[in-house]
């Protein structure tokens, strides 16, 4: 009894671990306004590190459809 309890803990744990991290990415998912340190329009790109296919200006508002990594998110705006 004891092992089929410590083999569902440990499946539980394992389970939470690999919610865990899409989880965070959900959070990250909705209405955010654009401000900039200096005021300055922000680049928006094809693709991290890609091609520059437009601006932002400082106050814009802009929905987050995805996170792609801790730096870059895929938005969605007028």
Known sequence: ?????WILACAAALLLLCVLPVSAEQAAVGDYYIYTENGKPLNVRSQPNGSVVGTLKSGVKVQVDAMVNDSWAMISFQ
């Open 1 to 5: 009894m004891a092992k089929r309890l």
